[in-house]
């Protein structure tokens, strides 16, 4: 087929997956109280799932038979349905289709590239879609990975502060009120919670340094019970035992000084070192080459080396997981550093 068509698949193909399509799509009749909004939400969906060769407005309408994008338009504007609620029957569907002990939660986030300045969100960003900084929006998604299949549980939309702090271009844009400024990190962990409290199963966690760098979030998959495997940039200071701490004083240290709140370590602890510095002095012999997925070009290969280490929270605090083993990757592009709260190897990513 040509991949510039903007037609649906060959009824042929339809007719092999049509009692799947409609039952799936049963699964959320209820969220439209309407017959109308309802019937075009199956030609919607229907046409996300054929080569339409640019997703906008008119192009589905022209797949969907429609003469002109309105009704589509409508059903995401201003149709009465909740995508939250969407979501969850989506994650009810993933626990029985795809459900499995050994989950895996992936977090990353994707640049949508925009030409104006009015899409909520747009600013100039780094975007990994262009690999470079754009116009764009950009999107956090936690999507689900199992023996079964993968699915994408949840979105946000990334909002910079440089919008939150502007309330004319807030109230241009619709943003709601109670919408405040939240980082990469934090709409993640949001997600996480969703899924683990309406009972994803999963055992792992996994995403690049955009996530990995950030303590809070790394003790809070690890307070939850779960192990990860996280990217953070070569350098992260790291010891090779726990250090020392020293809690926060309940009386202030100096009579005129504020009373300290924050742990930090305690004196006479060693220096960290860094990632980069403990990787550099392992024997070539240390390293082993894994292929963690099929590429354009053949498969993408990434040396690995494993090393027990303890990293902290703001150089400051130990994390809650203390030691574990550090596993390090590298490839000819960038070698990004993954930790994981277990204290046996792991094969999986």
């Given at each position: 087929m040509d991949p510039g068509a903007s037609e649906l698949p060959a009824a042929l193909a339809w007719d092999a997956m049509a009692a799947?399509?409609?039952?799936?799509?049963?699964?959320?009749?209820?969220?439209?109280?309407?017959?109308?909004?309802?019937e075009q939400a199956i030609k919607y969906v229907r046409s996300l799932t054929g080569p339409?060769?640019?997703?906008?407005?008119w192009q589905f309408a022209e797949a969907i038979g429609d003469r002109t994008p309105d009704r589509v338009q409508r059903l995401l504007y201003s149709a009465d349905w909740s995508a939250d609620a969407a979501r969850d029957l989506l994650l009810d569907f993933t626990i029985e289709q795809f459900g499995d002990p050994q989950g895996i939660g992936v977090l990353d986030e994707t640049g949508f590239l925009k030409k104006g300045t009015k899409s909520v969100g747009v600013q100039r960003q780094y975007s990994g879609t262009a690999g470079k900084i754009e116009n764009c929006q950009i999107g956090v998604f936690l999507s689900y990975t199992s023996p079964r299949g993968y699915v994408i549980l949840d979105r946000r939309l990334y909002l910079p502060e440089a919008w939150c702090s502007d309330p004319a271009r807030r109230q241009d844009a619709h943003v709601p009120e109670d919408v405040a400024f939240q980082t990469k990190p934090q709409l993640a962990m949001q997600m996480l919670h969703g899924a683990w409290q309406r009972g994803v199963p999963m055992a792992w966690v996994t995403g690049d340094e955009v996530y990995g760098?950030?303590?809070?979030?790394?003790?809070?998959?690890?307070?939850?019970?779960?192990?990860?495997?996280?990217?953070?940039?070569?350098?992260?200071?790291?010891?090779?035992q726990r250090p020392a701490v020293a809690e926060?004083?309940?009386?202030?240290?100096?009579?005129?000084?504020?009373?300290?709140?924050?742990?930090?370590?305690?004196?006479?602890?060693p220096h960290a070192s860094t990632v980069a510095k403990v990787a550099a002095q392992w024997s070539p012999k240390q390293w082993h080459r894994l292929?963690?997925?099929?590429?354009?070009?053949?498969?993408?290969?990434y040396d690995w080396a494993r090393a027990a280490s303890s990293t902290a929270v703001g150089a400051c605090r130990p994390t809650n997981s203390g030691s574990w083993p550090a596993a390090l990757s590298r490839s000819r592009r960038k070698w990004p550093t993954t930790t994981c709260p277990t204290p046996e190897p792991t094969h999986r990513w």
């Open positions: 799947d399509f409609e039952a799936f799509h049963a699964r959320f009749a209820a969220l439209f109280a309407r017959s109308e909004p309802r339409v060769a640019r997703r906008n407005g760098d950030d303590p809070v979030l790394r003790d809070g998959i690890a307070a939850q019970g779960h192990q990860y495997v996280l990217a953070v940039i070569s350098s992260t200071p790291v010891w090779p926060p004083p309940t009386e202030r240290e100096h009579p005129r000084g504020p009373l300290r709140t924050r742990t930090r370590l305690a004196p006479g602890t292929a963690v997925h099929q590429g354009e070009k053949g498969p993408i290969e």
